[in-house]
């Protein structure tokens, strides 16, 4: 099934077989494909890159695709990365987390703070970061893999 490109977002490099590697939903994906391409909100005179998740839900692609600018994506990224290096060590705290410092990090970047921290709005919290802490875990193989594979690409880089 080829990505479209008749769509407002312009696919220009793409992964057409997303569905096959797509984590847990690895082979049985409504994940597509993604793509990096220009953005469906450009306005005249304005291109701007996106990322693209391209869903399909069996009979037509689905509008719960998702389109990213590139430095959201790389933000998501960070936070992966930095949830994933907290739930490590997560383990020391009764709750998971300390109730009276619940601020994980503050990742510095464009002249100020992007701020990580547990959701104690969630009324659920103390149920839900266990939950988390533990798909993590199970998760712990894929994401390894693809921490391995960002990791020697920045590297390559220059980062």
């Known amino acids: 099934m080829n990505i479209p490109t008749t769509l407002k977002h312009k696919p220009v490099i793409v992964v057409p077989n997303y569905e096959n590697v797509d984590g ?11 793509s ?8 005249r005179g304005s291109v701007e890159a996106s990322a693209k998740v391209w869903r399909h839900t069996g009979e037509k692609w689905s509008r719960q695709s998702e389109e990213l600018p590139l430095h959201r994506v790389l933000d998501l990224a960070i936070l992966v990365c930095r949830t994933s290096q907290y739930f490590q ?3 020391r705290f009764p709750k998971y987390y300390d109730p009276e410092h619940t601020q994980i990090d503050r990742i510095g970047m464009q002249g100020d703070a ?10 659920m919290i103390d149920t839900d970061i266990r939950l988390l802490a533990d798909a993590i ?8 893999e693809r921490f ?12």
């Open 24 to 34: 847990i939903q690895a082979q049985a994906s409504d994940a597509k494909g993604l």
């Open 36 to 43: 990096i391409g220009l953005a469906q909100w450009n306005d």
């Open 89 to 91: 060590d997560a383990y």
């Open 114 to 123: 992007m701020t990580v921290q547990v959701c104690t709005d969630n009324e």
């Open 137 to 144: 875990g199970l998760e712990g193989e894929r994401l390894g």
């Open 148 to 159: 391995t594979i960002l990791a020697s690409l920045l590297k390559t880089l220059g980062y």
